[in-house]
């Protein structure tokens, strides 16, 4: 999926291809106009309201969002551990803020330290300020966390937790645990997954889901139980006996797509895929391109690698023809591109009739009508027979025969000087005219 990050003046800042599902993220902020602060992205140009950058199941882009430096300050919260970016929330200046939880900040998972818990957050001013506390903001405030060590807590616990499981991309497995305090505090408990950069939370509760952030990744990964006693503040790691962890065997399964098509099927590294070539009405496919550059176009299978593959095609319009005919036989013929816009010949001349149009699949159009080529289209011209006219004493007259008058006329001569008598049905020739000589 193709994600572009714009700058205020609507030029591509930065643009890069990623594989679906996955979160992307931008290397640096644009700078803001003169005024203004940069606060976050939106997918609207021109939005005064920030989003979260969602993980990418189509291509899309991003704007950037600004507001007046006079009238919004931000509150950067900062763990100290240098495992993440600090956090940062915008508000209102001089509007009441009250200090959140780790787990609002997006920090319970990552920022537990151990045997060590959140005590109070340390301002620049030195005033401490517990979660829950409010203060007004009236100016960029940096909020450093102090940590304290916990209270030591040893649980008797039983479980069902089996030693090994072996699973594939998006599936689901029941991981139950029951866990009692010695002292008689009450726990609640958290999976967590060991063996990828940093430990990942499952979630509370027993049903197990293989995170996206290894779902992509064959190997071995480690579940583990933490508890909190929720009287006493304190985290307890649990997994120090055996029986308390398992092992995880992911055979990822991979995504194989085609970029502007609903072609998309799951396999796993090393199969080998029959390629399924697009069809485009107007089009021809001319090439069929890995993320790489590398063309498969010549191939009839491809080699899953370890990694979501997404198939690019590569298409030239196709070319139609066009034909004119006239009464059974070809006139003219042409070849167009698909999609072009043509402006239809002028009807052809035929003796006795008249043009009337063209007609192509069971439509009539006038000449010069403007047509959009979609296919092969055979154009027949229509005709219609003429009615003969004659001019008699500069009168004209249409059908078959006129009749010369006779008052006061002693012959009639038409343009050749051939005389007709006062009174005869003459049968007309079309362009004839007639001239009396009168007594």
């Given amino acids: 999926m193709h994600v572009t990050f714009y ?104 920022y537990d330290h151990g045997s060590f818990i959140l005590d109070t957050w340390m301002p620049e001013s030195g005033l401490e300020q517990d979660v829950g506390s409010t203060f007004i903001l009236s100016s960029d405030t940096m909020l450093v966390a102090e940590w304290i060590r916990s209270v030591a807590v040893t649980p008797e616990f039983d479980n069902d937790l089996p030693s090994s499981i072996s699973i594939d991309r998006f599936d689901d497995y029941t991981l139950s645990v029951s866990c009692i305090c010695v002292d008689g505090d009450s726990l609640t408990y958290e999976w967590f997954l060991r063996g990828v950069s ?106 899953m690698p370890s990694y979501d593959v997404t198939l690019k095609p590569v298409w030239e319009k196709d070319v139609c023809r066009i034909e004119y005919r006239s009464e059974g036989s070809v006139t003219d013929v042409m070849d167009v591109t698909y999609g072009e816009l043509i402006s239809l010949s002028a009807g052809p001349i035929r003796g006795g009739y008249g043009f009337s149009g063209w007609t192509c699949r069971g439509n009539t159009f006038d000449a010069c009508t403007n047509v959009c080529v979609t296919s092969d289209m055979v154009f027949e011209a229509c005709w219609v027979p003429n009615v003969p006219s004659c001019m008699v004493d500069g009168v004209r007259y249409e059908g078959d025969s006129v009749v010369l008058g006779s008052e006061g006329v002693l012959y009639w001569y038409d343009q050749d000087g051939i005389r007709y008598l006062p009174g005869e049905t003459v049968a007309v020739e079309d362009g004839q005219s007639f001239l009396p000589i009168r007594s």
């Avoid at 203004?36 to 882009?61: H, K, N, Q, Y």
Wanted: glycine residues 8%; contains cysteine; proline residues 6%.
């Fill in 7 to 110: 700058d205020s003046d609507g030029n591509v800042f930065q643009e890069s291809d990623w594989t679906y599902r996955t979160v992307p993220y931008c290397v640096e902020s644009p700078s803001a106009p003169e005024g203004m602060r940069f606060v976050g992205w939106s997918t609207i140009s021109g939005s005064d309201a920030v989003m979260d950058i969602l993980p990418v199941e189509s291509d899309i882009g991003y704007h950037p969002v600004y507001l007046p430096t006079d009238s919004v300050y931000g509150v950067t919260f900062d763990p100290e551990n240098g495992i993440d970016e600090p956090r940062v929330m915008y508000h209102a200046k001089d509007s009441i803020v009250t200090i959140p939880t780790l787990d609002v900040l997006g920090f319970s998972a990552k």
């Fill in 198 to 303: 940093e430990d990942t939370s499952l979630g509370i509760g027993s049903i197990f889901h293989v995170p996206d952030t290894i779902a992509s990744f064959p190997g071995t990964y480690i579940v583990y139980v933490r508890a909190t006693n929720l009287d006493r503040s304190a985290v307890v790691d649990m997994s120090y006996a055996d029986s308390n962890m398992c092992s995880i065997t992911v055979d990822a399964t991979y995504l194989l797509s085609i970029h502007g098509t609903d072609t998309i099927s799951e396999h796993h590294a090393g199969d080998s895929v029959g390629i399924t070539f697009p069809f485009k009405e107007g089009h021809v496919l001319v090439d069929l391109l890995l993320p790489d550059g590398t063309s498969v176009f010549d191939d009839d299978f491809l080699i």
